[in-house]
């Protein structure tokens, strides 16, 4: 009897934390929405018998009242790439870049995923409800890591929301890494505000086998360390982040085991028309035709807004002295534009959680705060919608 007591304590002090209740909320609204929108967008498919139909072609011809299914809608972009790893593993062959191999994608969501859906029978279906599991805990953590760095709760209610209609957050319920990632980097930068070094090095790690993007957290918890304390005062806990690059670590090992190269997920990438480059020129490259807003799976005018977005929180940090912050986002953010392409950097973006808690903080004036929801809120349905209908530049 008392046993049942406890537990209804603590469920009733868990629906009373602010930080656990309005995240839950935001999660509820936000995806049945993003299910309301598949639903219904999911009732067009694309007519391919008809003249001049090309896969490529980021205005498709769609017709009614043909019926596509939840999995079908799921089976997109990346999803697929994942999908088959969960199923059948990695390649296994000598390392060539010339076609594109499923090397270039990081094991711990596939392998999660993979014993999740043995079990369920349905891939597709366990890594999207996995997805939306890991964002509801992403928000959560995130709203208390914006109170440990000590905002006040209403910013940290701007910043669960703000994240949760980005413009492109229907990733955080697709079977692909955002929602993972956002978790695994949030949480190590809680444990590190918490002081849990082990902790943040752990989490670190298991982020760097989900995408490489994060080894970054190394270099960025490094310095939140140095900001806590000076040099004098360092002490053992610090070495627990070795562990951040455990995950890159071990799959340099996996892959050269199957395919000889052990770099193998970064050479392949040469497949994808990938090339490195000044890390600016796809910003400057829009400008020079900012007419050209959207281009087959590139929303170029969202993904350039996305990026001045992201070089405009590494300015906030900066002037605020938050330089773990900064150079978090500074690195994030500077990885995808080095690639030479526009392409998916509204994606990349939507995983630098300094972004929103820098929008939540600006957001403290009401106008502000209303601008953010009306633009995020229309641009989240319109893309939604777009992805729902299978327009090519909502799936990058």
Known sequence: MNAGISVRERLARLVLDRSFRQPLLVFAITRLLVLAIFILGGAAALDTSKPGYDPADPHPVVSLPHATSIEHLLARGDSGWYMSIAQGGYERATFDSTQPHNW?????????VGFGGALTGSYLIFGALLSNAFL??????LHRLVSALGYDPPTADRAVFYTAIFPVSYFFSLPVTEALFLCLTVGSFLAAARGHWWAAGLLGGLASGTRLSGLLLLPALA?????QRPVRMWRRDLLWLALVPSGVLAF???????????MAFIDAIAAWDRKSGFFLAPLFEYLTHPLRVIEPWDFRLLNFASGVLALAAVAFWARRRQWALAALTLMAIFLPLSSGRLQSIARYTS???????A????????WIDQAIRIVFLVLFGIMTLCFALRFSFAAA
């Not at 310095?223 to 900001?227: A, G, K, N, R």
């Not at 929008?359 to 004036?365: Q, S």
């Open 351 to 357: 995983v630098i959680f300094p972004v929103f808690i």
């Open 252 to 262: 340099m090992l996996f892959m050269w085991r199957i395919t000889g190269n052990a």
């Open 104 to 112: 270039v994608f990081f094991p711990l969501y596939p392998l999660l």
């Open 136 to 141: 509801l805990v992403a928000l959560v953590l």
């Open 223 to 227: 310095i939140f360390y140095w900001q």
């Open 359 to 366: 929008l939540a903080i600006v957001g403290r004036r009401p």
